[in-house]
């Protein structure tokens, strides 16, 4: 394969690219490693209304059989959220999907790789990767973090997941000039828990706000992306000293039966969602449209320009 790789679009994402209107990019890991049939099909379908419902057009990335997909239609969703087997990309294997025609599920880092390509501006997802706890034995850190530095997409979270090491991947994040803004409220949101004891290095209220900032930064020649911390809406959360607990449980869990690599995180969100009795999968979702949401707005105020 030679050239600029094809990226296939739905018709709505390829119109409102074309058009210059706001288009909101979905990562599919969250469908494909996130949680079961068929909640997960239910959960991409809403948050994709959500977005369009605050006039802004969803684009969900996926490989399929090989192909870059940036935008599904419900069908492929569908699919997806069924289909057994599915790679986790992220930038390391993401070029190996496409050139073995596999079917891969997009991390934060693949899919901001994905969204730049295909020209989108902003990126919603539930939590970034960072540093793992332990990770000055392991160096167990996740691509997401050099992604932040240096593709320039917005990412709206909820914070880094709150199994990681919070502190260390501010460092890190820091470290390599990614600016992150905690959304409304001067602390950092730590995923499921609003606050994490952590003050965030920046704070802004509103989209446009952020929009200004991002326009601001490209004008200095910034290249790379931009980390908007959204906490989770306050009756949703999960308090920090109540999840903790159920957090620690789980990497005792990991670490007693050798879990490492790519399988630590899906498997500490299983043990905790077992833990928590289902609770931090609830909360997980309405973080999500929380995000998607707000990534929306930001969107929309990227294309209306700065004010």
């Given at each position: 394969m030679?050239?600029p790789i ?12 074309a ?10 890991t ?7 049939w ?5 959960m ?10 605050e006039?802004?057009v969803?684009?969900?990335i ?6 870059l997909?940036a935008?599904l ?6 699919k ?8 986790k990309?992220?930038?390391?294997d993401?070029?190996?999907?496409i ?8 991390t934060?880092?693949a899919t901001?790789m994905?969204?730049?390509?295909a020209g989108?501006?902003?990126?919603a997802?539930?939590g ?27 990412v709206v979270?909820?914070?880094?997941k ?5 502190p260390?991947?501010?460092e ?7 600016p ?12 499921w828990?609003?606050k994490?004891g952590l ?6 209220d509103?989209?446009?706000?952020i929009?200004?900032?991002e326009?601001?930064?490209?004008s200095?020649?910034?290249h790379g992306?931009?980390?908007i ?7 949703d ?13 789980a990497l ?8 490492e ?13 077992t ?5 931090s999968l609830?909360?997980?979702?309405a973080?999500?449209l ?11 105020a990227?294309?209306?320009g700065?004010?």
């Amino acid at each position: 394969m030679t050239g600029p790789i094809k990226i296939e679009t739905t018709r709505e994402v390829a119109d409102a690219l074309a058009q210059g209107r706001p288009v909101v990019a979905l990562e599919s890991t969250i469908i494909t490693h996130g949680m079961p049939w068929p909640g997960n099909r239910d959960m991409a379908l809403e948050v994709e209304a959500v977005i369009r419902a605050e006039g802004a057009v969803p684009a969900t990335i996926a490989v399929i059989d090989g192909r870059l997909h940036a935008g599904l239609d419900e069908a492929a969703i569908t699919k997806l959220a069924q289909a057994k087997d599915v790679m986790k990309l992220s930038r390391a294997d993401f070029a190996f999907a496409i050139a073995e025609g596999r079917t891969g599920a997009t991390t934060v880092a693949a899919t901001m790789m994905a969204a730049h390509l295909a020209g989108i501006q902003v990126f919603a997802t539930g939590g970034i990767g960072g540093v793992h706890r332990g990770a000055e034995l392991s160096f167990d850190i996740s691509a997401d973090l050099e992604e932040l530095a240096r593709t320039p997409v917005i990412v709206v979270s909820a914070g880094a997941k709150a199994i990681l090491d919070i502190p260390k991947t501010l460092e890190a994040l820091e470290t390599r000039g990614v600016p992150v803004v905690a959304f409304g409220q001067d602390e950092m949101p730590a995923f499921w828990s609003r606050k994490s004891g952590l003050t965030a290095p920046l704070r802004l209220d509103d989209a446009a706000s952020i929009a200004r900032f991002e326009a601001t930064r490209q004008s200095l020649g910034s290249h790379g992306g931009m980390l908007i911390a959204n906490p989770v809406p306050e009756t949703d959360e999960i308090p920090a000293g109540e999840i903790n607990q159920h957090i620690d449980a789980a990497l005792a869990a990991a670490k007693a039966q050798g879990i490492e690599g790519k399988a630590v995180t899906p498997f500490l969100l299983g043990e905790i969602l077992t833990l928590t009795g289902g609770a931090s999968l609830k909360t997980n979702i309405a973080l999500v449209l929380n995000n998607a949401r707000l990534a929306a707005r930001i969107a929309m105020a990227l294309t209306a320009g700065p004010k």
